[in-house]
């Protein structure tokens, strides 16, 4: 394994795989594809925040229930448009508090990097899974993160830029160092 770190642009490479820490208005490269965390009824926009647990859910979502048919399972990934591609991950479930859970975002982080790795896509956006409509622990997703990257065996060279708020990124890049 070569492991190759980069502390002056928060980066490090595990074999094939460069990992870019940045926010979301510094992208180090251009994606070919961004991973979106989603729920199970894709209701869920970037504008909504799922609040303290036991009042979890978005404001409309009482109001909209008997619209809202989970049609996808936790843990699954969709594939929506392309320039660039936009993986679906579906890490929420509404009906549930908290709405996320820890495996649902390995099993959806797991597809991303099958579906990368399966399409050769060298270009790959992810965010804190659970973390942009939820309160998910950095720390976990970091270590989830780092766990679903090395039981994937990228047969391409791969770049990810790893999506974080700007205070985060010496953090982010701390807690790589210990995962790994």
């Known amino acids: ?34 991973v979106q965390e989603q729920d199970t009824s894709l209701v869920l926009e970037p504008d909504d925040e799922l609040r303290d647990p036991g009042d979890d859910k978005p404001l409309w979502y009482d109001s909209n229930k008997p619209e809202l048919l989970a049609t ?21 479930d509404l009906d549930q508090t908290p709405s996320w859970k820890a495996e649902w975002i390995e099993m959806a982080l797991s597809k991303v990097f099958e579906i990368t790795d399966s399409k050769s896509l060298s270009a790959l956006a992810i965010p804190v899974l659970g973390g942009q409509f939820g309160r998910f ?11 679903a990257l090395k039981k994937q065996n990228f047969e391409h060279t791969l770049r990810i830029w790893l999506i974080v708020k700007p205070e985060e990124c010496q953090q982010v890049f701390e807690l790589l160092k210990v995962y790994n």
């Open 137 to 147: 622990k950095l720390e976990e997703f970091i270590a989830i993160f780092m766990d």
């Open 72 to 92: 996808h399972q936790p843990g699954d990934v969709l594939i929506k448009s392309f320039n660039p591609i936009r993986f679906l991950a579906i890490v929420h």
């Open 1 to 34: 394994m070569k492991l190759i770190w980069d502390s002056s642009q928060f980066k490090m490479t595990i074999d094939t795989v460069d990992i870019h820490i940045a926010p979301e208005d510094q992208p180090p490269f251009p994606v070919i594809a961004l």
